[in-house]
């Protein structure tokens, strides 16, 4: 018996591949589905059952042209009406060689949200783990916000989930989640992706709350973002998403094409370092730093008008057709060729940022200097801490929010690290700003001694 | 905090490298190190401790050149005078980031043997891991026939390292130990690398035997096999191995110049696959198909003279030289330029051994054919179940117990799969022996239906 | 400006991609075409054309599945009706920055023939490299056999093409042929995949039948042979062949799935090495070494039914996808999971073949023994030097002359190496002779002073 | 036979291998060796001699640890007192299955030069192809100018040999030579990788000076620069340089140990993108981009202490060590862990560059702003065509003649397309100017019809 865990960066979504001998099961399937088949060869199994532990809402989901190539078959839950797949019911079970796998219906997340146990026949009854899905992580639970008006019903559901379903399967269990750190899924994982139950309940902040009540009350204090791609999503995977297949040719644009495509409408995003992007940019361009893409790109660019890649290179590039693939963004027409050396040598224009050093914005504050220092995280971070006198815009808000923001100040952007920061200095690059700058380090760089900071709570 | 484990085929050996941020541990490295240079890479951290749970007697341990190359230090237990490295106590701790490895003394398997339980700072002081060396396993727990004379002893005190330190670190705790499925270290292991000390104490035979003297009486009567390479591992990994490098040039040798060697006493190692073996073969040479070549090399094959192979192609051949590595063979002067087919071009002799299908033999014996039967497999299997008629001697003693076999006899070599089986015929070959033929599919195709089985069970 | 070749092995055809900054051509490309969209993005170039040299018969063409992806123009000869692409004019010329392609009507090998030659603009009118297609090779000039009846007419097609275009291009130009060593459009070809026209003036042996009448002469007394997959090929490359995509997933079969589906018409490719086949192979099954495969499956695989794969590897069974997607195979069901040894442990029946040293083969001829050494190379082969007393029959002549080989008596094939050997044995194991061997290393084994050879020359 | 071209990026410098069956040789091996055994093994062949064309200059020579590894001989002139190796004589003939290399003295260049001429045994007397070393390359020929006084010598021993010893072999003879485009070591060389003797002499502009007095006046006019690391170079290949083996760890280093480093003398390398360090990065280090370092990593570093990396990602800086090697930087302490944005978020400061564009420089330079544009190309570059009121000091003698520039000034640093300008400031900065300034795109962007151009020729 084997199990592989497929870890998506950025999404920081995991899928699972469990198996023994000729016969496999993949748990949440990402888009790209080549490595499911990769693993299968490596390990000689063929793929014979895909499941979904719940209609995802932050990635396309890959079963449907997994299972047109491997003829597996496709669950999940029963309570949507999915356009593909077969539904579960509680306690169905399926024998994969020695591998046993049973449903639990775990509702909370979303109402048709399963968990799936794991037996070892040759070792008898006892489960030995179980794929939580986004019902239990290791250091959060599932959010419960995604139906508006039902939140009380929904946190209600995950609490019953958790406490009567999920824990009784008994704390040696090993608990294989569907997201990691650094997922907007929920916003207090553990950086570790292994545990147990016992661990679990020993250890994890929301199952401390034993009582319900207390349970649902935590759960409606949360606050999540909700990026606008999710919609996308969530269509795609109750229909089912068009395959990709593995066929695609990136095409070199020239800076003659690259300018051509934009007057259509293509959008440029470039996925170079913030300090590249600071150094020379296209104007007009998004900044999407490769690690940022899978997270803030749905909140920028548009499903409507194409893509253009700006990347250090072409291998770069590709990575970033992945990522984006992964979440819907299919019409990618080509990659700047040979990158903005051959812009800049093309005599055509470019742009700068200025980045700023933390110990700098300390000095300004510190000397009564007039600029905004905007701060553009997520609320609970502002609350936490910051710096005096900073505006506070989430980037989500930014481009609704644009008309608080006055264009003939000096505008320094300001985030967790300096990462988002560009994405927001560009974002107002676009919006006709000209004094933008931003701050390379931001709040991490101010933590190490370098800024006296305030907190709101 | 994450955590790889890597599995290196054949000795079924598991070690880990388990990191966070800029600090990493690995537990129990192979010879061949690169791997663990290149995760550590991938991760963006430096390497800056090696335990070795024990000293290891089926590989060579690669602590030593890891440690020059990163600058780590090596521990161990402080039972043994080892030659490098530093001793631990019970109880010790080291933190890497957010990690805290503890020291905990689980002699048995060996007298310096350690666990190492690994706990995560930002979740509490609950446990969440344990590496268990060769204490306890997935479905068994570690052999203790390794001190003639002292097997009460050490039985003993494996009972007491399982039963009164590691079951007490909770149920919910995973167990990381230092083999799979397959070794020779241990043999009811589960072919499931996941597991928790919950579910070991629920589902493990060996964990069942709660009383003491039951515990010991069982281990007493259990059989091992101990392969003569044994003494050059324990040599090595006490004193510390001759570092390997990664330059290294396997060189082409033509069928001359293969031949010439031969008479120098080089030893021809036929890695290909028994069906290639038996289609043609050079006189004299051995039979280790890749797969087999971890725990059989050590059985046939001597430390003092170099080695030649022969290969399907040069990526199989080089995959062979790392197995050999692991195993301390280190002088492996070439393989056979372009294969068996430039050998048989070149003029040279060649040999066969016939393959018999399961049926035939099984009609054989129905008929009152007169032949041998040669079942090489060990003594637990045999008895287990075997064909009528079948003589038994195990592969490790084939050597010297040849006499008791018949030149002018037809020899049929039988095993689990008919893998073992080939080696053996091709032991029986180099030693005069003309008639022999080999089962391909042996006791597994007789299982199907294909033969009547006897037992002595 | 640069010039990649691309060899494909076992065809020995040879493919170019040139270009400089963002333009590029290919010329031939075969029909997995992701090499050269690799290679252009290594480059950082854009495939703008292809050319073909002539309408192919041994191989599928890629250009219609490249244009398609990298909205590239295919351009060949105007002499034949092709369903795609656009005709040449003699003397047309490309520019791609500095290189200038210039099409040299040259025909005879076909009537569309064309070569193409390079000029580098940035030095001037000479040009530097011709590309040749199957007109001139290196050593050899193209075959002229392929429309009968009229073979007096493109030998001399051919003269006039070669003596009156491409001689007097210059001494000094490089040539760049379709086909190296190895390939069936002709049979003298030089090892050596580099030569300028001066050098193949000075020692092709067909440009030294400087008479228009002794070339001609020389040309009618060329004998070749043709598969009768050439015919799919033509076709495929006159209509343009169905694209592959780049996606594809070989499945693995069990030993009960690959059985089945031999009853519903299966062919089972048995794709390793003479000596794996000869150790134990597949009942009904085709041996078709992978180096073999390019040239021989089409002799004997009907492309009516769908094929099965037994390999040493998934890597190899992958492999033998592409070579048989390069002719046409495109229906291949799967691989046998885990390969022979899975079918030998699953209790089915299996074969093998008596491998025999061609010192044994001496040894029956001297003493008189009874048996059929049948040759089944070439007649220009055969003709050249063979074992007294052998049987001649050409491969690709062995099924429909069958019925002149003795069921009863022992045959031995024979061959030059003992690679087609194999080939034939398995067809006449096929075709229920059970007393067939093989002798492996075949004529260049007894070419090392072990038999006694004649000549019918 | 088959022959294979290495390429070795940034030196533009050619090696070969070329073998036929199990004998092949290497024709001046870089110091990297690995791919020589890679393509040795894929080839299945050994490498039995190594031949050097001449004691090189600019790159550090690969010969000795590949005999080492391999037991191939090495060979070069007689000339020189090389402290390894064997002397060749004129005429000297090497047999390596059908191939036979001959020696052809060819000095000018250097003394000891030799070029090899290669025969195809199979196809006769007349020679197919020649390595001609530092002698003839493609569109040029070798500088001459290494012997300082000697000048006039050496010209007159080029054009002897080019004259009366290679052009001699034949037009139809390939060349194969040590150096393509963008070598230092000629400056008019085609971006052709390809040509051959008759080619050559008819486009070759040097060929045409055909006189010997005026061919070696041409040469007497050339400037070539020679970087200080020339003599390091010269040193090495004299005597035989270090074995570096293919074993090398590089190391992250933390922002914190990087800078401790620093104290001890570390010089920081960072070979990130010119836009990438104009937006950040650490004070006091140099740019060098990856695709710069093989040429001007010898202007700026010093042998005496070790370097400290700054890239992209590891890769990007494990090819960096490649490229440093190969110029005898061996001492490479580690590179900056997690690159850039870690030392942004670790608190400490960093520096940008502002980038300028080429048509804002051409609005100063119209409306009379106060700046100095510094141009720091080569005196012939800057002679063909440059700004008006531009700067020029070479970018060699930067370092010497930095009294010359005004540090209250803004200093705007001016190349050919932007890459050697960012170098350029890098240094200006690390002697305290401050008001540095550089221009993406440079003289290639002016040239788009962006800014005034003008000519001193």
């Known amino acids: 018996m084997f199990l592989e865990k497929i870890t998506s960066q950025g999404l920081s979504h995991l899928s699972y591949l469990i198996g023994h001998q000729s016969m496999a099961a993949v748990i949440d399937p990402r888009r790209d589905i080549q490595i499911y088949l990769d693993i299968a ?4 199994t063929k793929i014979t059952h895909i499941f979904e532990t719940h209609r995802n809402e932050d990635y396309v989901i890959g079963s449907v042209e997994l299972a047109d190539i491997t003829g597996a078959q496709i669950f999940h839950g029963e ?3 999915f ?26 997340h979303t109402f048709e949200s399963i968990s799936i146990v794991l037996y070892d026949k040759d070792f008898g009854l006892e489960p030995v783990a179980v794929f939580t899905g986004d019902a239990l992580f290791i250091g959060d639970v ?17 609490y019953d989930s958790l406490f009567n379903k999920i824990l009784p399967l008994g704390d040696h269990v090993i608990i294989y989640p569907a997201h990691g750190a650094g997922s907007v899924c929920g916003s207090g994982m553990a950086d570790r992706e ?15 709350l034993t009582q319900r009540e207390n349970f649902i009350q935590a759960k409606l204090k949360e606050k999540h973002s909700k990026p606008p791609y999710f919609l996308k999503m969530e269509e795609y995977n109750l229909s089912g998403p068009p395959a990709i297949g593995s066929s695609f040719s990136l095409l070199p644009l020239t800076p003659d094409e690259l300018s051509h495509a934009v007057q259509s409408g293509l959008q440029i995003v470039d996925i170079r370092s913030p300090e590249a992007f600071a150094g020379a940019f296209i104007p007009g361009s998004f900044s999407l730093p490769l690690t940022m893409l899978p997270l803030y790109t749905g909140w920028f660019i548009s ?7 700006v990347a250090e290179s072409y291998e770069q590039a590709m990575l970033a057709v992945t990522y984006l693939k992964r979440i819907g963004f299919d019409d ?16 055509k224009d470019f742009a700068g940022i200025k980045a700023v050093y933390a110990g700098d914005i300390q000095t300004r504050i510190s000397s009564g200097f007039s600029f905004t220092l905007l701060d553009i995280r997520t609320e609970e971070e502002y609350q936490k801490e910051h710096l005096p006198g900073s505006t506070h815009i989430f980037i989500g808000d930014l481009e609704k929010r644009i008309n608080e923001l006055d264009k003939q100040q000096i505008i320094t952007t300001f985030c967790g690290s300096g990462m988002r920061a560009i994405i927001a200095a560009s974002v107002l690059k676009r919006h006709g ?15 190490r001694g370098v800024c006296e900071i305030e907190s709101s709570l």
Chains 1, 2, 3, 4 share one sequence.
């Open 79 to 81: 309570e949507l009406p």
């Open 41 to 44: 060869h490596e390990k000689g």
């Open 194 to 208: 292994f545990s147990t139950i016992g661990y679990e309940r020993l250890t994890n902040p929301m199952l401390q």
């Open 332 to 347: 990618i027409q080509g990659y700047l060729y040979e990158g903005m050396h051959e812009w800049t040598i093309s005599g």
């Open 433 to 447: 700003f000209n004094n933008v700058e931003t701050c390379f380090g931001s709040m991490r760089a101010c933590a």
């Open 83 to 108: 356009a593909y797949g077969k539904p579960v019911r509680e306690g169905q079970t399926f024998e994969l060689g020695s591998i046993i796998l049973k449903i639990l219906k775990t509702p909370g």
């Open 142 to 158: 599932g959010r419960t916000d995604f139906f508006p008006g039902q939140e009380k019903e929904t946190a209600g559901l995950l």
């Open 303 to 309: 499903y409507d008008y194409p893509l253009g890649l």
